[in-house]
């Protein structure tokens, strides 16, 4: 079975990869805190497998034209594929809509998002990797292209739930950095997970 050890503050979570799906299972918990060992053991039960969607890198700071040469990254981080069209990327007052017939997401596969004006043969931005899917959306991306202050970003699906979120900080001050993060398994809310990148890799 798999195991685990993590340290956590103040009420924060972490993720368990390995369990098996769509099953109950019989989970040994063991923690240290200030109150000393405890044990427990605990019936939880997995779902069915499941892609996930994570935001995973954003350049809102483009050297070359903005908003145009914006884009934010998607990684499909489950274990299944999931289809894309219905998903739209939210910031402060924005909503930007995939297009219909955006496709499927295989797992491990990333989605780089762009705006209409995207140029594909921009010589000033790192440009998406070609093995990644790129879809273009029909207008810019969020209210009026993405803050080089720094908002937050929220990907949620046709019925508006949220399925990831992206930090107004570290905020993308230098142009031509991105904002990554550490890894698809870090968690939304983790600050330490996300960082200024000075090489930005899109669909990699």
Partial sequence: APSAVEVTRDGSSFIVRGLEPAATLDVVVETLSAKGWQLENELIH??????????????????????????????????????LDGFALEDIGGHTAFPDGSGWLEPGAFVV???????????????????????????????????NSGEPL??????????????????????????????????????????????PTPGL
């Fill in 46 to 83: 997995t779902l069915p497998p499941a892609p996930h969607f994570v935001i995973n890198e954003v350049l809102a700071n483009a050297v070359g034209e903005e908003p145009e040469q914006e884009w934010v990254e998607l990684v499909n981080d489950g274990s299944v594929a999931g289809l």
């Fill in 113 to 147: 998002l762009v705006g209409v004006g995207f140029d594909e043969e921009s010589r000033y931005d790192v440009l998406p990797d070609p093995s990644a899917l790129l879809v273009r959306a029909e207008d810019k991306l969020g209210k009026n292209g993405l803050s």
């Fill in 154 to 199: 929220k990907l949620v699906d046709l019925e508006g739930k949220v399925l990831s979120r992206f930090p107004a900080e570290p905020k993308p001050s230098k142009a031509g950095f991105s904002v990554a993060r550490s890894s698809p398994a870090a968690l939304d809310d983790d600050p330490t997970a996300f960082a200024l990148v000075e090489v």
